[in-house]
């Protein structure tokens, strides 16, 4: 069999990482990929049509999207008149993360348990709440936004601040109130990702994970696409996994059969885990990224199988066995980022830090003399595997300290909280 891989992050990497374990490597395509990959195809993930052209003429037999904007944008419609299968949901199913405004409603429609939320039809509407609410809220931009578009705030001002800077940030158009966004009820709890894949029937899950989404220590500064990943999760109780199955995946599955969607692909649910019990924060309908890189290494299971049983109506049958132990995973990044960063610095020590760990790209590039440069944001994501969890990090960041490019940034605390949890600190 030959595959496509869509993306170009540290994601798609890990990707073909794991399929290269199912098939031979040569028959893994890479659309666009990045420096840490081969067989790239220098296409744009959203141009269906040279993506279509490409995989006709290889005899590309199955597609599977990394990134959340060609699903949106509908690629999995594209190819319905052919023969290649498409690993993702349809357009109208993938609003579940396109438009954070119709995923509210979903969640309200079938009781999916959820923190409330208000929409508007004036800014002074809004203002009037964050007032009310003494600016304890959260602000969602209601369109995709790279994992940026959310502000937690705690003040007014803050709110208030975050209103303009969704407004210079997202809005297209001066003719009309901006008014693309939702305010969210804030809660009290810590976050985890519970993601899976989906016939549509049935729901398969992975390892529960947690991401590391601002850029500084502590869960401070601004948020990222993920600064870093663990998982297992130690204080991952049957009992919550119960809570979330009967409140958040079960309604949520309801609802997908109810609405009448196509949707095989992977199903992501951003949970917060409040005193009072689970509740929803987001759908993504792909794959986590830096999630990705922990959850494949923990996986046992074929991907390809699994991928196929969701095409051939066997998923509920097929649950997935893991490897024992922890993965940690670091993102390394260009300083400035998620802001403005510098491009092209030399990147030195890769082979040295993956005698020990996973490393697998993300913004990087190489050139014809096989020289490896950065190229984005998110430059590196560094896995360390260990029997606990402790020793999944140390070797993770024992792997960073092999790599340098200049400027690099990375968080020092990924996974520190459950650490110092388990230290009594």
Known sequence: ????????????????????????????????????????????????????????????????????MPLVKGIVDFFEDTDIKVFGPSKRAARLEGSKI????????????????????????????????????????????????????SSVQEAMEALADLNQTYRYSESEEFLDFLIEEKLSGYEISIIGFTDGKAIQLLHPSQDHKQLLNGDKGPNTGGMGAYCPLPFFTPQLHTQIMEQ????TLAGIQAEGVNYRGVIYFGIMVTPSGPKLLEYNTRFGD???????????????????????????????????????????????????????????????????????????????????????????????????????????????????????????????RELNVKSGE
């Open 248 to 251: 958040v995946v079960n309604p």
């Open 290 to 416: 830096p999630e990705t890189e922990v959850l494949l290494p923990s996986l046992q299971s074929d991907l390809l199988q699994l991928v196929l049983a969701c095409f051939n109506g066997t998923l509920a049958h097929c649950t997935p066995q893991f490897n024992p132990g922890y993965y940690v995973d670091v993102v390394m990044a260009a300083q400035g980022y998620p802001k403005t960063f510098a491009k092209n610095n030399p990147i030195q020590g890769i082979a040295d830090a993956e005698k020990d760990a996973l490393v697998f790209h993300a913004g990087t590039k190489r050139l014809p003399d096989n020289t490896l440069l950065t190229a984005g944001g998110r430059v590196l994501n560094v896995v360390g595997q260990g029997n606990t969890l402790q020793e999944a990090t140390q070797n993770a960041y024992a792997a960073v300290q092999k790599i340098y490019f200049k400027d690099a940034y990375f968080r020092t605390d990924i996974a520190q």
């Open 102 to 153: 119709i995923a509210k409603k979903f969640m309200q429609r079938y009781g999916v348990n959820t923190a409330g939320f208000w929409l508007f039809d004036t800014l002074a509407q809004a203002h009037k709440l964050i007032e009310e609410k003494d600016g304890k809220v959260v602000i969602k931009y209601d369109g995709l936004a790279g994992g940026k578009g959310v502000y937690v705030c």
């Open 1 to 68: 069999m030959k595959i496509a891989i869509l993306g170009s992050g540290g994601r798609e990497h890990a990707l073909a990482w794991k399929f290269a374990q199912s098939i031979p490597p040569q028959n893994i395509y890479l659309i666009p990929g990045n420096g840490g990959t081969y067989n790239n195809v220098p296409l744009d993930s959203t141009d269906f049509d040279g993506i279509k052209a490409f995989c006709l003429s290889e005899g590309i037999e199955l597609i599977f999207v990394g990134p959340e």
